[in-house]
């Protein structure tokens, strides 16, 4: 049986040293060869793994032809966003872990088959949409992030009046600030915004909604309102040293990086210290693109610190195999106990201990322990923690009733519905951090909730 | 999105004030809170108080001090010219109640925050005392203004120029010795000057507060780069503050915090004063 197609990449040694796109992207005769592999099964499990339903056999069908328009057209009537998910989400756990194809060899890569589509369409231009009759009704979405988006994107097309607000300069959310240009062009996330507002939907920057405006007075003037604000509160370990100069979160990390182009400082104007020893605490995803970031920005040493073993690192496969490739140095089943101080404040190397790991926890995953006496130094002088966010409660400011959790997130029902009526909500403020498909996943819901509700 | 500039005036040597349109600012806005601005794209996010707010103009009145890249660049704007970006209101409001007599320090830049509280806490029937103070006469900036928002206005500059010769720190603590019963003293200024008022009153039993001004990123809680230390407990400035008792702050590391771009804000002045005129953008 046939293997899958290899996606070209940049080398190693040569991306360390820039912030352009790792992953290529397959040429056309390579998608042709990818998608001929697809049995077109008659009940694909890959589609039961896919959060939004894609017709992923429809769209391979047409891209065997060479029909990449018509493959395009099937992938945007359930994600919008496909240049984004063909690049970030985790395939391997969703669609292409059901393929049956990978039940004896190798499962087709229908992440990288939805990004050549997106690509293919964007460098021809992408067409103008076609929206439905106005309805007349008002809708405000808060926070520009996937879910957001989503939300906008399907309520903008059912005709309604949509307004989005957004608390940074620039929409996007995670997608703009988190997730670094070498992973996630920014040109693209702009151009996906860039359809939403020929949509016809309104973008409201520099808005925080809980400040300027509170919600109670969104849901005066709107007739429904979505809030997919994200989980943007970074958590911190509590531990010594942890205020001192040089100890970042991975949001402020990275928005200087993404956001704030701090990478090419001066001409650019936001500063970011350039560590030689760069500590990240933590295993998922962010914590990757925080430690890529960090060995870009020149450091001689990166290396993530993680508290169970290499099976059990949350993020992506993919970025794992991409960090070490570059070099990220991985010491595993550590944890930080302190942070030393050097001189004035500054990071001066991080106490951690050994850990082991011991009976699973309510997650499933085995409980690490920390083994006593095992205490060790390691040089650093910037420390970054990337050990997970919380909802950002602004939003709560000046709203009556809306119900919440102990944690922080929103309570909603299985329509996206929260206890106040016509306010749905999704995303990360919901679930906790979570994926970017799982976000639009519940934009989508939303929005089909909002359009019954306003059809009512 | 653009925010016009719609009024500049020079207040002091390298102080400078200004109208920005910005009227869901303005409406929204309130004592104690501030903005974030941007001059243009390549721009840094910086924060500036809420110095006073006009709802009915629609605009709000922001006062700096040209310190480094970014603040002499928005020194060189004026009327007309435009911002790119303009958020706010950012952080908690003061808590503004009616609690009898209230002492207002403000040292150098630190007068423009003082301003609206003042009135506000005149305004709601309690007795100013307000306390300013400055290097010299020349640096002392809106005098007038809080003169007329005090029943008492004390003046203090380090040379003498004008006023008490000395701190406002003095002033503070003539008035804590004197007979009048003071419930609450809110300190704005350089870290440096709240750290020794807080210094002053401590051995008296009166609240007082300060405004903090760690270095802040998106000013929603999100980067926790403004993290401050208050009474043993990370606090965010941009969401929790920026006001806090002055008896819980760690004064010690929110200077040290402060200077953590040191190297690189020279840097970048340096770049930008590197001899093709003042709209380089080469460097
Ligand atoms: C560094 C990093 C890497 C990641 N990598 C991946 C990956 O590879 N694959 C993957 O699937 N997922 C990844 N994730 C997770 C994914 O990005 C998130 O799950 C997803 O972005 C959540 O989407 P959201 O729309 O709920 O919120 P967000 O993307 O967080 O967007 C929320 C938006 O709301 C705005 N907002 C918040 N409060 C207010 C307010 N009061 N008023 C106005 N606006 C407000 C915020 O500024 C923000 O723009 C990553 C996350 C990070 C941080
Ligand atoms: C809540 C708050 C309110 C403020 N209000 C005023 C005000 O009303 N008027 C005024 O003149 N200044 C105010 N400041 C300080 C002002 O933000 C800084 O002077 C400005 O950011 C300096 O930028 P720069 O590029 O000109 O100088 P830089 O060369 O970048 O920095 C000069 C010094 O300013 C401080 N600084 C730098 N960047 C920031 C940042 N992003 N946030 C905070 N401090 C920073 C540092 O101590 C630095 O050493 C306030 C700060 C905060 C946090
Ligand atoms: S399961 Fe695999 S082979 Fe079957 S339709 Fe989906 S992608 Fe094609
Ligand atoms: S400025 Fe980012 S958390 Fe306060």
């Given at each position: 049986?046939?293997?899958?197609?290899?996606?070209?990449?940049?080398?190693?040694?040569?991306?360390?040293?820039?912030?352009?796109?790792?992953?290529?992207?397959?040429?056309?005769?390579?998608?042709?060869?990818?998608?001929?592999?697809?049995?077109?099964?008659?009940?694909?499990?890959?589609?039961?793994?896919?959060?939004?339903?894609?017709?992923?056999?429809?769209?391979?069908?047409?891209?065997?032809?060479?029909?990449?328009?018509?493959?395009?057209?099937?992938?945007?009537?359930?994600?919008?966003?496909?240049?984004?998910?063909?690049?970030?989400?985790?395939?391997?756990?969703?669609?292409?872990?059901?393929?049956?194809?990978?039940?004896?060899?190798?499962?087709?890569?229908?992440?990288?088959?939805?990004?050549?589509?997106?690509?293919?369409?964007?460098?021809?231009?992408?067409?103008?949409?076609?929206?439905?009759?106005?309805?007349?009704?008002?809708?405000?979405?808060?926070?520009?992030?996937?879910?957001?988006?989503?939300?906008?994107?399907?309520?903008?097309?059912?005709?309604?009046?949509?307004?989005?607000?957004?608390?940074?300069?620039?929409?996007?959310?995670?997608?703009?600030?988190?997730?670094?240009?070498?992973?996630?062009?920014?040109?693209?996330?702009?151009?996906?915004?860039?359809?939403?507002?020929?949509?016809?939907?309104?973008?409201?920057?520099?808005?925080?909604?809980?400040?300027?405006?509170?919600?109670?007075?969104?849901?005066?003037?709107?007739?429904?309102?979505?809030?997919?604000?994200?989980?943007?509160?970074?958590?911190?370990?509590?531990?010594?040293?942890?205020?001192?100069?040089?100890?970042?979160?991975?949001?402020?990390?990275?928005?200087?990086?993404?956001?704030?182009?701090?990478?090419?400082?001066?001409?650019?104007?936001?500063?970011?210290?350039?560590?030689?020893?760069?500590?990240?605490?933590?295993?998922?995803?962010?914590?990757?693109?925080?430690?890529?970031?960090?060995?870009?920005?020149?450091?001689?040493?990166?290396?993530?610190?993680?508290?169970?073993?290499?099976?059990?690192?949350?993020?992506?496969?993919?970025?794992?195999?991409?960090?070490?490739?570059?070099?990220?140095?991985?010491?595993?089943?550590?944890?930080?106990?302190?942070?030393?101080?050097?001189?004035?404040?500054?990071?001066?190397?991080?106490?951690?201990?050994?850990?082991?790991?011991?009976?699973?926890?309510?997650?499933?995953?085995?409980?690490?322990?920390?083994?006593?006496?095992?205490?060790?130094?390691?040089?650093?002088?910037?420390?970054?923690?990337?050990?997970?966010?919380?909802?950002?409660?602004?939003?709560?400011?000046?709203?009556?009733?809306?119900?919440?959790?102990?944690?922080?997130?929103?309570?909603?029902?299985?329509?996206?519905?929260?206890?106040?009526?016509?306010?749905?909500?999704?995303?990360?403020?919901?679930?906790?951090?979570?994926?970017?498909?799982?976000?639009?996943?519940?934009?989508?819901?939303?929005?089909?909730?909002?359009?019954?509700?306003?059809?009512? | 999105?653009?925010?016009?500039?719609?009024?500049?005036?020079?207040?002091?040597?390298?102080?400078?004030?200004?109208?920005?349109?910005?009227?869901?600012?303005?409406?929204?806005?309130?004592?104690?809170?501030?903005?974030?601005?941007?001059?243009?794209?390549?721009?840094?996010?910086?924060?500036?108080?809420?110095?006073?707010?006009?709802?009915?103009?629609?605009?709000?009145?922001?006062?700096?001090?040209?310190?480094?890249?970014?603040?002499?660049?928005?020194?060189?704007?004026?009327?007309?010219?435009?911002?790119?970006?303009?958020?706010?209101?950012?952080?908690?409001?003061?808590?503004?109640?009616?609690?009898?007599?209230?002492?207002?320090?403000?040292?150098?830049?630190?007068?423009?925050?003082?301003?609206?509280?003042?009135?506000?806490?005149?305004?709601?029937?309690?007795?100013?005392?307000?306390?300013?103070?400055?290097?010299?006469?020349?640096?002392?900036?809106?005098?007038?203004?809080m003169n007329s928002v005090s029943d008492e206005l004390l003046v203090a500059t380090d040379d003498g120029s004008k006023g008490h010769h000395g701190f406002v720190t003095d002033l503070v603590k003539q008035l804590l010795d004197g007979d009048e019963k003071i419930d609450r003293i809110v300190a704005i200024g350089p870290p440096i000057m709240m750290r020794t008022v807080a210094g002053v009153t401590d051995p008296y039993d009166v609240e007082t507060i300060v405004s903090l001004n760690p270095i802040m990123v998106d000013g929603t809680g999100m980067c926790g780069g403004c993290r401050v230390n208050i009474g043993g407990e990370t606090k965010f400035a941009c969401v929790d503050g920026p006001e806090f008792n002055a008896k819980d702050v760690d004064f010690n590391l929110l200077m040290s915090r402060l200077s953590l771009y040191r190297k690189e804000e020279m840097d970048a002045l340096e770049g930008s004063k590197k001899g093709c005129g003042d709209e380089c953008k080469c460097q």
């Amino acid at each position: 049986m046939s293997i899958t197609q290899e996606m070209p990449e940049q080398p190693a040694e040569v991306r360390i040293h820039n912030f352009e796109e790792v992953a290529l992207g397959y040429t056309e005769e390579q998608a042709i060869l990818e998608a001929e592999r697809c049995l077109e099964c008659k009940k694909p499990k890959c589609v039961e793994g896919c959060p939004v339903n894609i017709d992923i056999p429809g769209f391979i069908s047409s891209m065997k032809e060479g029909k990449f328009g018509e493959a395009i057209d099937v992938i945007k009537r359930t994600n919008t966003l496909p240049a984004v998910c063909g690049r970030v989400c985790p395939q391997e756990e969703q669609c292409e872990q059901l393929c049956i194809l990978g039940k004896k060899s190798e499962p087709i890569s229908i992440g990288r088959l939805e990004r050549f589509c997106a690509d293919r369409e964007r460098e021809a231009g992408v067409k103008d949409p076609v929206v439905a009759e106005p309805t007349g009704k008002k809708v405000a979405i808060v926070g520009t992030g996937p879910a957001g988006l989503t939300a906008a994107s399907d309520l903008a097309k059912a005709g309604h009046s949509v307004t989005m607000f957004e608390a940074l300069h620039e929409a996007g959310g995670v997608l703009i600030y988190g997730i670094p240009e070498f992973r996630l062009p920014k040109a693209i996330v702009k151009e996906e915004v860039e359809y939403i507002i020929k949509l016809g939907a309104e973008l409201k920057v520099d808005y925080v909604i809980g400040r300027i405006k509170t919600l109670d007075q969104l849901e005066d003037e709107f007739d429904a309102v979505f809030l997919g604000t994200g989980a943007g509160l970074p958590k911190f370990m509590g531990i010594e040293g942890e205020n001192l100069n040089g100890v970042y979160s991975a949001n402020e990390f990275l928005t200087r990086v993404n956001l704030m182009k701090a990478y090419r400082f001066p001409e650019y104007d936001t500063p970011i210290k350039r560590g030689s020893n760069v500590i990240v605490v933590g295993g998922g995803n962010v914590a990757m693109d925080a430690a890529r970031s960090a060995l870009r920005l020149g450091a001689d040493e990166v290396s993530i610190v993680y508290r169970r073993s290499d099976d059990e690192l949350p993020a992506r496969r993919e970025e794992i195999e991409h960090a070490k490739e570059e070099g990220i140095v991985f010491r595993l089943l550590a944890n930080p106990v302190r942070i030393l101080e050097g001189e004035n404040m500054t990071v001066n190397g991080v106490e951690c201990i050994k850990m082991e790991l011991g009976e699973p926890d309510d997650s499933g995953r085995r409980r690490p322990v920390a083994v006593e006496g095992s205490e060790h130094v390691v040089d650093a002088d910037i420390v970054i923690m990337a050990i997970g966010t919380s909802p950002n409660p602004i939003i709560f400011d000046g709203s009556k009733g809306l119900e919440v959790t102990p944690w922080g997130t929103i309570v909603v029902n299985e329509a996206g519905m929260t206890s106040l009526e016509g306010v749905c909500a999704g995303g990360d403020a919901v679930t906790g951090a979570a994926t970017v498909i799982s976000a639009m996943g519940a934009g989508k819901q939303a929005a089909q909730t909002i359009n019954d509700y306003l059809s009512k | 999105m653009a925010y016009k500039i719609i009024e500049k005036l020079q207040l002091a040597p390298n102080v400078h004030l200004m109208n920005i349109e910005a009227p869901d600012v303005a409406a929204a806005a309130k004592p104690g809170q501030f903005i974030i601005l941007r001059i243009d794209e390549e721009g840094e996010r910086i924060p500036l108080t809420i110095a006073d707010y006009d709802v009915d103009k629609g605009f709000v009145t922001i006062i700096f001090q040209e310190m480094g890249k970014t603040t002499k660049q928005l020194g060189k704007m004026s009327s007309g010219d435009e911002l790119q970006d303009f958020v706010g209101p950012l952080g908690k409001a003061s808590e503004i109640e009616k609690i009898g007599t209230v002492v207002l320090v403000g040292g150098g830049i630190g007068i423009a925050p003082v301003y609206p509280q003042a009135r506000a806490y005149r305004e709601i029937g309690n007795k100013v005392i307000s306390i300013i103070g400055a290097r010299n006469e020349e640096m002392l900036i809106l005098e007038d203004e809080m003169n007329s928002v005090s029943d008492e206005l004390l003046v203090a500059t380090d040379d003498g120029s004008k006023g008490h010769h000395g701190f406002v720190t003095d002033l503070v603590k003539q008035l804590l010795d004197g007979d009048e019963k003071i419930d609450r003293i809110v300190a704005i200024g350089p870290p440096i000057m709240m750290r020794t008022v807080a210094g002053v009153t401590d051995p008296y039993d009166v609240e007082t507060i300060v405004s903090l001004n760690p270095i802040m990123v998106d000013g929603t809680g999100m980067c926790g780069g403004c993290r401050v230390n208050i009474g043993g407990e990370t606090k965010f400035a941009c969401v929790d503050g920026p006001e806090f008792n002055a008896k819980d702050v760690d004064f010690n590391l929110l200077m040290s915090r402060l200077s953590l771009y040191r190297k690189e804000e020279m840097d970048a002045l340096e770049g930008s004063k590197k001899g093709c005129g003042d709209e380089c953008k080469c460097q």
